[in-house]
């Protein structure tokens, strides 16, 4: 059964269209508080933080309203990355954890992830219940006058994070004398960030730390990079670090300029984990995970098993198979040794542990060569076309071609109108044909 309202990684859109306003906040807040409040012996909480759009002042009131009216007690933690809020859930013991958030999307997009008791994100099987709480009759799940709950502001969520993640690494742990470049894409890191690399004695230079409720993602993060290498070059710094609106998402860029994305990332990690024998079990990686990636872990004799796309999906099958490493091209990376989903600053304190002892970073990067890979993302008005006799035949041609030559990936994105093409060979002309034959279809 397909899923209503959640997508990839929550419920994501665009603001004051379909799913994302004030009385659709309402009852999602309804429906979450009455599903968690019945579970048996957890009190009845739930704590909120947001990423730094407009929106969010719009839409928390009325998620706030409608958790409360489920008879729900609420902290809200203002801007706080989204493992912060993770953390912070299962630390405090709360029912559940909501981050107002649409990551790396645009500002005019807005939505919800959502997180359990033990900081994880919820499973398809209980979004699947929450989804039929919000098409119920909303006056069965309000509570009385006397059960309504009662709303408290907490303003020290962002040290109580940083608390949380200097408490995985040694207490003589430092970055003294070393130059750090952070790019925060204006959005939930933009005090966390600087706070916590200042904290531990870096000298640090940054971007995108000046919100002004349209400007996240916009020109910076980790999906416009030339803003951090353009830092990296013009201060000569150690490191890199660009994150992207609710900073679940890091690319870094070594101390040559050179973007590292998440395959790299990982990669490093999991030689490095290996070598320190910390690395359980293997690694989680995704559909859109490079083939070199794969390649490179087969000679490290490395276990590498494949997920659906998502950090969730990752997750779940970390858990499946007791890994503790997983995540994703896109610089989604879980370090299940210390956190439930993914954290940029996390990986970013990991890469600079590991540089701590005047080790450059381009000399632990690029550990394999890249199989050039094309990503093409094309909107449409129902991403159903995937399923067309049509895309199905264009689909079928294309892989039958590059079979044993590299690989392609058709799929709907979960938080956009979008359908992403993907393909990976050594062969660039072979793999332009097969991008345009499904392309050409789906237009």
Not at 153 to 175: G, H
Not at 299 to 327: A, P, T, W
């Amino acid at each position: 059964m397909l899923k209503k309202y959640f997508g990839t990684d929550g419920i994501r859109g665009t603001v004051n269209d379909t799913n994302i306003n004030g009385e659709m906040f309402f009852k999602f807040g309804l429906a979450a508080g009455t599903y968690f409040k019945n579970l048996k012996k957890i009190k009845q909480t739930a704590i909120i933080a947001k990423d730094t759009r407009l929106s969010g002042y719009t839409l928390e009131p009325a998620l706030v309203s409608g958790l409360t009216s489920a008879g729900m007690h609420v902290f809200t933690l203002g801007p706080l990355p989204t493992n912060g809020l993770a953390m912070l859930t299962k630390k405090m013991k709360a029912n559940l954890g909501i981050m107002i958030t649409a990551s790396h999307n645009p500002y005019y997009d807005n939505g919800l992830k959502l997180f359990g008791p033990d900081g994880l994100k919820l499973s398809d099987k209980i979004e699947k219940k929450i989804e039929k709480l919000i098409d119920s009759k909303i006056i069965k799940n309000l509570s009385k006058p006397e059960k309504l709950g009662r709303v408290k502001r907490l303003e020290d969520s962002n040290d109580k994070y940083i608390k949380i993640l200097k408490s995985n690494f040694p207490k003589d742990f430092s970055l003294k004398g070393m130059k750090i470049a952070i790019d925060c894409a204006n959005g939930a890191a933009y005090k966390t960030g600087p706070k916590l690399l200042r904290s531990l004695g870096a000298k640090v230079y940054q971007v995108g730390t000046s919100p002004n409720g349209l400007n996240i993602n916009q020109n910076c993060g980790s999906t416009f990079p030339r803003q951090i290498k353009n830092l990296v070059k013009k201060y000569k710094v150690n490191l890199g670090i660009s994150l992207d609106g609710d900073a679940d998402r890091v690319i870094l860029c070594n101390e040559k300029g050179k973007i590292v994305d998440g395959d790299q990332i990982i990669a490093m990690l999991a030689s490095r984990w290996k070598r320190k024998r910390i690395l359980r079990g293997g690694v989680i990686g995704t559909q859109m995970s490079n083939y070199g990636l794969q390649k490179f872990f087969n000679k490290q004799s490395i276990k590498f098993i494949r997920s659906k796309v998502g950090d969730r999906h990752v997750k779940e099958k970390m858990k499946k198979y007791n890994f503790n490493l997983g995540g994703e091209q896109s610089g989604h990376i879980i370090l299940g040794k210390f956190a439930t989903t993914g954290d940029g600053l996390l990986v970013a304190l990991e890469t600079l542990f590991s540089l701590r002892k005047g080790i450059k970073a381009s000399q632990i990067f690029n550990n394999f060569k890249i199989t050039p890979q094309i990503l093409v993302n094309i909107s449409v008005k129902n991403k159903s076309i995937i399923n067309s006799k049509q895309c199905k035949k264009a689909i079928k041609k294309a892989e039958q071609i590059i079979k044993g030559k590299g690989r392609m990936l058709v799929r709907e994105s979960g938080t956009e109108p979008k359908i992403r093409i993907m393909g990976e060979s050594d062969d660039k002309i072979l793999l332009n044909k097969c991008i345009k034959i499904v392309k050409r279809t789906i237009k």
